[in-house]
């Protein structure tokens, strides 16, 4: 009998590959009570349960274990690849003199809203109706502007450092994703560095 179950284990945990997350849906056929398999598994260290119904096999090194790749994480959670992960420190790689330091990590996608807690990591979902491809300056610009109440910044400095610097982003894709994505003030910041731009140009 035990050697049954040992085996059945070792037959479940085989389909797992390492740096992939899964589903339990996905083995509903392996076993006769794959939950209770799954949970054995887990207390064994061999699997992690970043979420509910969810279960990945970790790397391990030397060091410990390596977290899944956020990115494969939160595709398997929201089944879709479409969805925009935004780390808040991102921001301070614009150069317009912000430095503060965040944890904090935004999902823009189609699906879901609120905050969900992932293999330890809180991230804030947000739902949206319209998504870029990739995030680059320009949308971290437009992002930054969206949420600039929650950075604890200095907003006349960084307007004042985004006025000298704004050569440096794409002005036209900036005003498009700003009309796509932006709120009003957002909107209204890069239409006044557009003109102001011209005028002192």
């Avoid at 995030?135 to 437009?142: A, N, P, R, S, T």
């Avoid at 929650?150 to 004042?160: F, K, P, Q, R």
């Avoid at 704004?166 to 005003?175: A, Q, R």
Wanted: no cysteine; net charge positive.
């Amino acid at each position: 009998m035990e050697q049954n179950k040992e085996r059945r284990l070792n037959n479940l945990l085989g389909l797992f590959r390492l740096g992939q997350a899964y589903r339990t849906n996905e083995f509903r056929d392996k076993s006769n009570n794959l939950s209770r398999d799954l949970d054995i598994l887990v207390s064994k260290g061999l699997l992690k349960k970043p979420s509910t119904g969810m279960y990945y096999k970790p790397r391990k090194e030397w060091f410990g274990e390596i977290p899944l790749d956020k990115n494969k994480l939160l595709s398997k959670f929201l089944k879709t690849g479409d969805f925009l992960l935004v780390d808040y420190n991102k921001y301070n790689t614009l150069g317009l003199g912000t430095t503060q330091l965040h944890n904090k990590l935004v999902v823009y996608n189609y699906k879901r809203h609120g905050a969900f807690t992932l293999d330890g990591v809180e991230y804030k979902f947000k739902r949206v109706s319209y998504l870029p491809k990739k995030v680059d300056q320009e949308f971290l610009l437009v992002d930054m502007m969206n949420n600039f109440k929650e950075l604890g910044e200095d907003y006349d400095l960084v307007e004042s450092s985004l006025k000298k610097n704004w050569n440096k982003f794409n002005s036209k894709k900036v005003i498009k994703l700003a009309s796509k994505f932006g709120k009003v003030s957002t909107k209204k910041l890069f239409e006044r560095m557009t003109s102001d731009h011209y005028v002192y140009a």
